[in-house]
């Protein structure tokens, strides 16, 4: 099993641009299909967007869908997140997770979790 770790969040304004990593630690997830989920505060967890094991089928949340671009680099073992026009509403704690592609976009069903970085939109 993969261990996944999170990276690059902060504070920034409304407006502005993200980009966020997840690695995995002490293994390779090549071959895995990863998605990214988040947690506003007060809310439920919520999909963003999922990469298949091979990169050639992405799926991204109607909320992001033209802002966010998700690809991976399995060279480096990373899978990014590049958020742009980032808005207050995207404020929210960030999670990546290995699993079944369709079921990581359809169920937010993932095997491996890291522990989530924090994204923080001011206006």
């Known amino acids: 099993q993969v261990q996944l770790v999170e990276s690059g969040g902060g504070l920034v304004q409304a407006g502005g641009s993200l980009r966020l990593s997840c690695a995995s630690s002490g293994g390779t997830f090549s071959g895995y299909a990863i998605g990214w989920f988040r947690q506003p505060p007060g809310n439920e967890r919520e999909f963003v967007a999922a990469?298949?094991?091979?990169?050639?089928?992405?799926d991204y949340a109607d909320s992001v869908k033209g802002r966010f671009t998700i690809s991976r680099d399995d060279a480096k073992n990373t899978v990014y997140l590049q958020m742009s026009s980032l808005k207050p509403e995207d404020t929210a704690v960030y999670y990546c997770?290995?699993?079944?592609?369709?079921?990581?976009?359809?169920?937010?069903?993932?095997?491996?979790w890291g522990q989530g970085t924090q994204v923080t939109v001011s206006s």
């Open positions: 997770a290995t699993g079944i592609y369709r079921n990581l976009v359809d169920r937010m069903d993932g095997y491996n």
């Open positions: 990469i298949n094991w091979s990169g050639s089928s992405r």
